[in-house]
C-alpha cells in the first residue's frame, strides 16, 4: 500500500494542480500521466481495462493539450483516442478553461479545428470572461481560417444561417496557366464559381474545360482545394501584356 501511495505522489509531482491525489484513484492518474506524454498503447490498454467518467476523459484530453514538447499529430491522435472512449469536450478546469480554448491558447489549431469538427463549444466562457476567439491572435493570417470556424460554429449553435467563405487563396502564375489553392469554410457541398477580367471590368468568357479543380457545384469544404485554368486554351493569343484579374465566389445552393 505504500508503494502504491509513492506511486500516486510521483504522478501528481508530475502533473502539478490537475487534482489532489485523494480525488483520484491510481488508474485515473495513470490515464492522465500516459495521455500528457501521448503513450497512446499505454492509454489504450488501460482504456481497455477500466471505465472511465467522461469527466476524467475531459481532464485527461485538457492535461494532454497543455503539455508542452508533444508533436500535434500526437496531440490530435490522443484527443481522438479519448474522444472515441466518451471524453467531456468541453471539460472546464478550476479556471472554466476548455479544451478548445487551450489548443488556441497554446497555438495548436489543427487541433483547435480538430476540436470544433467533433462538436467543441466555441461559446464556452472562462473566469475572465473569455470566449475561444479570444485566445486568438488579432490579424494573424494564420489565424483567418480557424477565425471562420469558429463563427461558423457560433452562428449555427444560435440557429444563424452561415454563408460559405473563401479564404486564404494562393495564386501560382505559369507560363500558359493560373493555379490557384484556397481554404473553404461551409457547412455542406456549395457551388464554387471562378471568373477572370480584363483591365476594363469586362468578364472573359471562359469554357467549361478550361477551368478544372475544386471549382462547380459539390465542392466540399477544407484547406487547400485546387483552382487551375488554363488560359493559353481560352486565350491562345495571349492579353497583349494587359491586366487579368480573378474572382472566386462560393455560393450555397
Known amino acids: ?40 498503447r499505454k492509454a489504450a490498454v488501460l482504456l481497455t481495462s477500466h471505465v472511465f467518467s467522461s469527466q476524467t476523459l475531459g481532464r485527461a484530453l485538457l492535461t494532454s493539450i497543455q503539455t508542452p514538447k508533444v508533436t500535434e499529430e500526437s496531440r490530435i491522435a490522443t484527443a481522438d483516442l479519448l474522444l472515441s472512449k466518451g471524453a467531456w469536450i468541453n471539460y472546464p478546469n ?38 475561444a476567439v479570444d485566445f ?33 487563396i494562393r495564386m501560382n502564375v505559369q507560363e500558359d496557366r493560373l493555379a ?23 468578364q472573359l468568357g471562359l469554357p467549361v474545360m478550361v477551368v478544372s479543380g475544386d471549382v462547380g457545384c459539390d465542392v466540399l469544404p477544407g484547406r487547400n482545394l485546387q483552382v487551375v485554368w488554363d488560359a493559353l486554351k481560352s486565350h491562345p493569343l495571349g492579353f497583349g501584356g494587359a491586366d487579368v484579374s480573378v474572382e472566386m465566389m462560393a455560393t450555397n445552393y
Open 136 to 168: 486568438l491572435a488579432s490579424g494573424a493570417p494564420e489565424h483567418e481560417l480557424l477565425h471562420a470556424l469558429l463563427r461558423r460554429e457560433s452562428d449555427l449553435r444560435a440557429g444563424i444561417a452561415s454563408n460559405p467563405v473563401i479564404m486564404n
Open 1 to 40: 500500500m505504500r508503494r502504491l501511495t509513492l506511486v500516486a505522489l510521483a504522478l501528481m509531482i508530475v502533473l502539478p494542480g490537475v487534482c489532489s491525489a485523494s480525488a483520484m484513484s491510481l488508474a485515473e492518474l495513470q490515464l492522465i500521466q500516459f495521455s500528457a506524454g501521448s503513450d497512446h
Open 94 to 131: 478550476a479556471s472554466n478553461t476548455t479544451p478548445l480554448m487551450a489548443a488556441i491558447a497554446h497555438g495548436h489549431l489543427r487541433l483547435a479545428e480538430y476540436l470544433l469538427e467533433e462538436g467543441a463549444n466555441p461559446d464556452s466562457i472562462d473566469m475572465r470572461g473569455r470566449r
Open 180 to 202: 490557384l489553392s484556397y481554404d473553404l469554410v461551409s457547412d455542406d457541398k456549395v457551388c464554387v464559381v471562378f471568373a477572370a477580367f480584363n483591365q476594363n471590368g469586362e
